[in-house]
């Protein structure tokens, strides 16, 4: 079962499902996804240590990505405060600057510790990796079931914005209700993608907190 999703998976999991997927097969909208990057989990001590990275990838990291990334989920918050036009431009520039970064990464990263950063990935996005669309694809998402996902995270979107539930009670319920759209052998497709438990917990990625590349 997955573990529940911190706040800035959540808020990209809810701003992309009208924008996302409410678009035609190949939509632009998937941008967002750059929110929780490779980049800004490479940058967290403990995905270093559990890759192995070593000092000379360390400074290599840091020469060519920087310091860029390290206001990325502290600025997540005024997306909502976008125009839908304005919103469309600041994921379409955040794709390309995550595409950019990814390649970098690659070539820093063997292979297996790009496999483990992808698994990590998915765990700490939780139930909102299904937004993603190679997952998607992978997993087999039907069109109705994508359509069950955009009213589930719209809901959840608008009881955030009342103001009346818990966000780690309402990030559970999420992550239950998403798993029971899912057929069993999407479930074991997902946790296969999840691999090995990663500690969630140990991360930083709620806004301008100390990063480990600094």
Same mark, same amino acid.
């Given at each position: 079962?997955?573990?529940?999703?911190?706040?800035?998976?959540?808020?990209?999991?809810?701003?992309?499902?009208?924008?996302?997927?409410?678009?035609?097969?190949g939509g632009r909208g998937a941008g967002m996804w750059g929110m929780i990057s490779r980049g800004m989990l490479l940058r967290q001590e403990a995905v270093q240590s559990e890759l192995g990275i070593t000092a000379e990838q360390r400074e290599k990291f840091r020469a060519e990505v920087?310091?860029?990334?390290?206001?990325?989920?502290?600025?997540?918050?005024?997306?909502?405060? $976008?125009?839908? @036009?304005? /919103?469309?431009?600041r994921m379409e520039e955040r794709r390309a600057q995550v595409a950019e970064e990814d390649g970098k990464i690659a070539g820093i990263l063997t292979d297996a510790q790009k496999a483990r950063l992808e698994q990590i990935r998915v765990q700490v996005l939780g139930a909102g990796i299904l937004m993603d669309p190679t997952i998607s694809e992978q997993l087999g998402i039907t069109a109705d079931q994508r359509e069950e996902f955009r009213? $589930?995270?719209? @809901?959840? /979107?608008?009881?955030?914005?009342?103001?009346?539930?818990?966000?780690?009670n309402r990030r559970e319920r999420m992550t239950a209700k998403a798993m029971e759209i899912l057929t069993p052998d999407q479930k074991s497709k997902?946790?296969?993608?999840?691999?090995?438990?990663?500690?969630?917990?140990?991360?930083?990625?709620?806004?301008?907190?100390?990063?480990?590349?600094n």
């Open positions: 079962m997955f573990r529940p999703i911190c706040a800035v998976a959540l808020l990209a999991a809810s701003l992309v499902a009208n924008q996302a997927w409410a678009q035609p097969e920087g310091d860029r990334l390290r206001d990325a989920a502290a600025g997540a918050g005024g997306f909502r405060d $976008l125009s839908p @036009e304005e /919103r469309r431009q009213s $589930l995270f719209q @809901e959840m /979107r608008d009881e955030g914005q009342s103001g009346d539930s818990d966000p780690a997902l946790e296969a993608l999840r691999g090995p438990a990663f500690d969630v917990s140990s991360l930083q990625l709620r806004g301008r907190r100390r990063a480990a590349a």
